[in-house]
């Protein structure tokens, strides 16, 4: 069975980093453990917190109790903060993948890791007050209390002041480990990153996904090949593409827009369009939970009991469905704009692709099934053209990611691209 660090793709240097900082806290519990004892409750805590601040004799692998995971979207960021969490917890600390406390850590059953996965379009202080109260408990299993924030970009800025508070004071055995694109201050508040140590992550290169993909997933080295180009170095959805045929079908869509800008009603259409198939995307992705979660709400009320009881607690449960509907819209949204995303991402490869072409840079094409189009739209605008839609196209993401609305966006950016 391979070690917690299997799944982090072309990522050796930070993996090293990981695995000497877990051998590092797995020799802060060792010497706890050993030292004399006074008896009291918090004895372990104090003399924890005791060698956890000595200064290590090797920095690079020292461990501390705030960790930042940065990277660009399919790095891995999340898959790396998981499997620190699984090393950590690890009963021969080195993440071995075979004790109880790896494998808990990584299907998400293990009582001491708490993951928090935005749903919506930001992360809210109460949430987070919640969470760092209950982090701050004493380990049930001995080791450590680990919390791992997703997308801590998301943050609300009093969420983010309610987390510095517990990184600045933190419980002697809890451990923050937070995911984001970035360490920019609009992403990660400068405060809080100054308090933690920061793991950069890389794009992993084409040859290492698609290595991935046929060692692990069984799939055939030619389109392995194609899905890893094509997905951009992100694993996850270069296996969709390998193995959705629906995945395909969304992105041969997407990569059919610059042929259908002939004017400016094509454009408005295939603005349309592009948004549109975002949310279907979204709602099919969505359905299933959103479906459950009131299944469940409503049993927990009392549907389908009898009585008067039953009829009051029914009437009395407005509000809390209510609540659930506003957080599945949310979720909804949050979908949709992932889904927007990845199709933007993947018509900028595309105008790049061009950009290239127009350059003649010895750089392989990202979307090999559409070079020929791209060597066209090269001759046809030139390296200047190629490139204003290419930023057309980036302007696009970032202004959604800013909160403009998605359909105003994507139709600014379809003009953009027809008049180039």
């Given at each position: 069975m391979p070690d917690v660090f299997a799944d982090l793709v072309g990522q050796d240097e930070a993996v090293e980093t990981l695995r000497r900082a877990a051998a590092s806290a797995a020799a802060v519990l060792r010497a706890a453990h050993a030292a004399p004892s006074t008896g009291k409750p918090d004895a372990l805590d104090a003399l924890v917190e005791e060698v956890a601040g000595e200064a290590p004799a090797d920095p690079g692998g020292a461990m501390t109790h705030a960790w930042i995971f940065?990277?660009?979207?399919?790095?891995?960021?999340?898959?790396?903060?998981?499997?620190?969490?699984?090393?950590?917890?690890?009963?021969?600390?080195?993440?071995?993948?075979?004790?109880?406390?790896?494998?808990?850590?990584?299907?998400?059953?293990?009582?001491?890791?708490?993951?928090?996965?935005?749903?919506?379009?930001?992360?809210?202080?109460?949430?987070?007050?919640?969470?760092?109260?209950?982090?701050?408990?004493?380990?049930s299993g001995g080791r450590w209390q680990i919390v791992i924030i997703e997308d801590a970009d998301r943050l609300t800025e009093a969420a983010g002041n309610a987390l510095l508070k517990a990184i600045e004071e933190p419980p002697p055995r809890t451990v923050f480990l937070l995911c984001?694109?970035?360490?920019?201050?609009?992403?990660?508040?400068?405060?809080?990153?100054?308090?933690?140590?920061?793991?950069?992550?890389?794009?992993?290169?084409p040859v290492a996904v698609a290595e991935v993909l046929v060692g692990r997933d069984g799939v055939a080295p030619d389109v392995a090949a194609w899905a890893a180009a094509a997905a951009q170095g992100h694993v996850g959805r270069a296996r969709r593409l390998a193995r959705d045929p629906e995945a395909r079908k969304r992105r041969?869509?997407?990569?059919?827009?610059?042929?259908?800008?002939?004017?400016?009603?094509?454009?408005?259409?295939?603005?349309?369009?592009?948004?549109?198939?975002?949310?279907?995307?979204?709602?099919?992705?969505?359905?299933?939970?959103?479906?459950?979660?009131?299944a469940a709400l409503q049993t927990a009320l009392g549907a389908g009991g009898t009585g008067r009881g039953a009829a009051g607690a029914m009437r009395g449960a407005a509000g809390q469905l209510k609540d659930l509907e506003k957080r599945q819209k949310s979720r909804a949204t949050r979908a949709q704009r992932d889904a927007l995303d990845r199709a933007l991402v993947d018509l900028a490869g595309f105008y790049r692709d061009a950009l290239a072409m127009a350059l003649r840079a010895p750089v392989a094409p990202v979307h090999i099934d559409t070079a020929e189009m791209a060597?066209?739209?090269?001759?046809?605008?030139?390296?200047?053209?190629?490139?204003?839609?290419?930023?057309?196209?980036?302007?696009?993401?970032?202004?959604?990611?800013?909160?403009?609305?998605?359909?105003?966006?994507?139709?600014?950016?379809?003009?953009?691209l027809w008049k180039g």
């Open positions: 940065t990277g660009p979207p399919g790095s891995g960021r999340s898959v790396a903060a998981r499997a620190f969490a699984a090393a950590l917890q690890c009963a021969h600390g080195t993440g071995c993948g075979r004790c109880p406390g790896c494998h808990t850590t990584m299907t998400g059953t293990h009582a001491d890791v708490r993951l928090v996965v935005p749903e919506g379009l930001s992360i809210g202080v109460n949430e987070m007050r919640a969470l760092v109260l209950r982090a701050a408990s004493t380990p984001a694109p970035s360490t920019h201050p609009d992403d990660v508040s400068v405060t809080i990153r100054s308090r933690c140590r920061v793991v950069p992550l890389r794009q992993p290169p041969d869509a997407v990569l059919a827009v610059p042929r259908r800008l002939t004017g400016v009603g094509a454009a408005l259409d295939a603005a349309s369009a592009l948004i549109e198939a975002a949310e279907a995307e979204a709602e099919a992705s969505v359905a299933e939970a959103d479906a459950a979660e009131r060597e066209a739209g090269a001759r046809k605008w030139d390296a200047e053209g190629a490139l204003r839609r290419l930023e057309a196209v980036l302007e696009c993401r970032a202004a959604i990611e800013a909160n403009v609305k998605p359909r105003i966006a994507v139709e600014a950016m379809m003009l953009s």
